[in-house]
């Protein structure tokens, strides 16, 4: 079992940043590839940007250049730097993982509890 934790958001002005964090908290475990999602009011969850365990990353085309997704895996803690935020920025963001659990070899998808992103205009 694995527990995501997201911190960082909070309520910003149009132009300004905020930087998301995703803790993964478990016993033998190996995050495989880690995507932050956000869901505005009336919106589907949509994927944001998205990292594998080799590094490669991915971004929706609506925030390439905006935000970089990174991660200390050390820390099994990840980032997401939102640079130049819009008002259309807001909503819930959520971290969700692929984890591999070491000692039963099996993979699992979860979820944190999502953190409330406001961009002001």
């Known amino acids: 079992q694995v527990q995501l934790m997201e911190s960082g958001g909070g309520l910003v002005q149009a132009g300004g940043s905020l930087r998301l964090s995703c803790r993964a908290a478990?016993?033998?475990?190996?995050?495989?590839?880690l995507g932050w999602y956000r869901q505005a009011p009336g919106k589907q969850r949509e994927l944001v940007a998205g990292?594998?365990?080799?590094?490669?990353?991915n971004y929706a085309d609506s925030v390439k250049g905006r935000f970089t997704i990174s991660g200390d895996n050390a820390q099994n803690t990840w980032y997401l730097q939102m640079n130049s935020l819009k008002p259309e920025d807001t909503a819930v963001y959520y971290c969700?993982?692929?984890?591999?659990?070491?000692?039963?070899?099996?993979?699992?998808?979860?979820w944190g509890q999502g953190t409330q992103v406001t961009v002001s205009s």
């Open positions: 969700s993982a692929l984890s591999l659990a070491t000692s039963q070899g099996t993979i699992s998808d979860y």
């Open positions: 478990g016993r033998r475990f190996s995050i495989l590839t």
């Open positions: 990292i594998g365990s080799g590094g490669t990353t």
